[in-house]
């Protein structure tokens, strides 16, 4: 016969089996940071950043479940950049086991972070910012994504003068907080405004809440360059809505700005280079790849979406050749 110590002593262990391996269950799930200089309220709000969103898409077709096999840790700096840092030490604390990262501001604070976490990052030029020295050779712990934003800066102004050709006189407006890739959309874009006989004005901002003056103050002018800072693109209906107010034909590097009302967006496809391209990359190292061996990745489609809406709005005439490139017309 079994003592009544013996047999509460079993029961409890019996009991206390499937706690235990539920407790070490956490041990099993993978940690993704996400690091963006703007704003977020979470992975479910629907203010979260569109690429945030479109990599838990891609993860999600890649097999990995929410909440069981994949946990995410966004950390957001609502506009202040000297909060990175902080946030980007936080993730490493926790620690998560990828951090992805918007920008050359976040990616700088990750890479200052950690040398041993991968990064997977989402910037303009990698190279130009000095984060690797070659796009299929990276070195150390970081990957990720080249937006080739500063090789398409000038295109962005051609496409513009092709569809308002009478322009001579065009604003762009800039994140002053990304100083490193301001710097390079501005240099390229001065160039090619040279080239075209345009007169470039540089606007500049620091927080989401400067925007509307920003936009009041080139009223005035022709025709306006948003350029696709992390910053300016999180606020890409806002600004849609501030440049239909003003009744100035504009351009964004965000799809949904022009969805919204701006004129123009020619973007490369970012649900390609977020769901699938950065998505597949925090795959493979979730899966044990190392960030030295997988070559950063670069757009291969380009989208063009034209609001003929606010082309009418405007008493603008969009030439046939440039609405014949156009992947999307709305009308």
């Known amino acids: 016969m079994i003592s009544r110590r013996a047999f509460i002593a079993s029961v409890t262990a019996i009991l206390a089996a499937p706690l235990a391996a539920e407790a070490q269950q956490p041990e099993n799930v993978a940690r993704v940071g996400f690091l963006h200089p703007g704003h977020g309220r979470g992975r479910t709000d629907a203010n979260a950043p569109p690429a945030f969103d479109l990599l838990r898409q ?67 030029d990698p190279i130009a910012a000095g984060f690797v020295a070659s796009l299929a050779r990276p070195v150390g712990n970081l990957t990720g994504v080249a937006l080739n934003n500063v090789d398409v800066a000038a295109k962005r102004l051609q496409l513009v003068k092709e569809a308002v050709p ?91 700005f022009a969805q919204h009302g701006g004129l123009m967006a020619s973007a490369p496809n970012y649900v390609d280079l977020y769901r699938e391209r950065a998505a597949s990359q925090v795959d493979k190292l979730l899966r044990g790849a190392k960030a030295s061996e997988l070559p950063v990745e670069q757009p291969t489609r380009y989208d063009l979406t034209i609001n003929m809406k606010t082309a009418k709005a405007l008493g603008l005439a969009i030439p046939p050749s440039v609405l014949a490139r156009a992947d999307e017309v709305i009308h």
Do not use: C
């Open 58 to 124: 891609g993860l999600k077709a890649l097999g990995w479940i929410e909440g069981k096999t994949v946990v995410f840790e966004p950390r957001y700096a609502r506009d202040e950049a000297d909060k990175l840092p902080a946030l980007a030490a936080e993730l490493v604390r926790l620690p998560v086991d990828v951090v992805v990262t918007m920008g050359a501001a976040a990616t700088h604070a990750a890479k200052k972070a950690t040398t041993a976490i991968p990064i997977v990052m989402l910037v303009g």
């Open 166 to 256: 009478k322009i001579w006189r065009v604003a762009m407006l800039v994140n002053e907080a990304n100083p490193g890739f301001t710097k390079l959309q501005v240099a390229a874009t001065s160039t090619a405004a040279t080239q075209l006989g345009i007169r470039l004005e540089i606007v500049g901002v620091r927080q989401a809440r400067e925007l509307e003056s920003a936009v009041t103050k080139v009223k005035g002018t022709d025709a306006l360059i948003i350029p696709p800072d992390p910053l300016l693109v999180a606020e890409a209906e806002r600004l849609a809505t501030l440049v239909v107010r003003a009744r100035l034909p504009a351009t964004m590097d965000a799809k949904v």
